[in-house]
């Protein structure tokens, strides 16, 4: 039986777009990538389809969009794009590396992005557009909203809930059964041992607000 081609195109062309191009390139090989949509030209192999405004001329229904697009801050400006795609009629494909670790009962949401050596635990929840990336770990229980991305390395002890527009730096950690709400950057190694109810910058172990 012939095995079916899903094409695709890729947002972005920066190092965090060849790590997902490396990705399918290797485990998804029913999956066609047509080229990237990109501010400029890059030096890839891929071919250049033009920027975020050349793709009004193009067919939503001859392909899938591949958010490639990192995140280092609130993702609030990704989500503009986002949603201005959707509501073009574009659909977005979620990319998720064969050498993670997935529960059954754990759910993925639309167009999240998850790299190599991730464990997501039993029963948790991934939102919508995140980024899962190189060995971060969700324990089990743990719900993740829409637009969070997870740096390398960063944990989530069990029973964690983090909101939407999230950024938790490399190795960062998240106490168990502790909350973040929505619009928190937790910069790389920030231990955060009690709930965040308040947007902002953290930093330090524990990690404590640096900003107004």
Do not use: W
């Amino acid at each position: 039986m012939k095995r079916r081609v899903e094409k695709v195109v890729i947002l972005g062309a920066g190092g965090h777009s060849k790590v997902i191009q490396n990705i399918i390139y290797r485990d998804y090989p029913e999956i066609e990538i047509l080229g990237y949509i990109d501010r400029e030209r890059r030096k890839i192999e891929l071919s250049y389809l033009g920027t975020d405004e050349d793709i009004a001329n193009l067919n939503p229904k001859h392909f899938k969009l591949v958010m490639g697009i990192g995140q280092v801050d609130y993702g609030i400006d990704k989500k503009k794009l986002i949603d201005k795609l959707l509501s073009m009629g574009f659909e977005f494909l979620s990319i998720i590396s064969k050498k993670s670790i997935i529960a059954k009962s754990s759910t993925i949401g639309c167009g999240t992005v998850v790299l190599d050596q991730v464990v997501i635990n039993v029963d948790s929840q991934i939102g919508d557009f995140c980024i899962l990336n190189t060995g971060c770990i969700v324990e089990h229980d743990c719900f993740v909203g829409n637009f969070v991305h997870l740096a390398p390395r960063a944990t989530l002890s069990g029973g964690v809930r983090i909101g939407n527009h999230c950024f938790l730096g490399a190795g960062s950690v998240v106490k168990h059964y502790v909350s973040i709400c929505d619009n928190v950057i937790v910069g790389a190694g920030g231990v955060v041992v009690k709930n965040i109810d308040v947007s902002g910058v953290y930093v330090g172990v524990p990690a404590k607000r640096v900003n107004d």
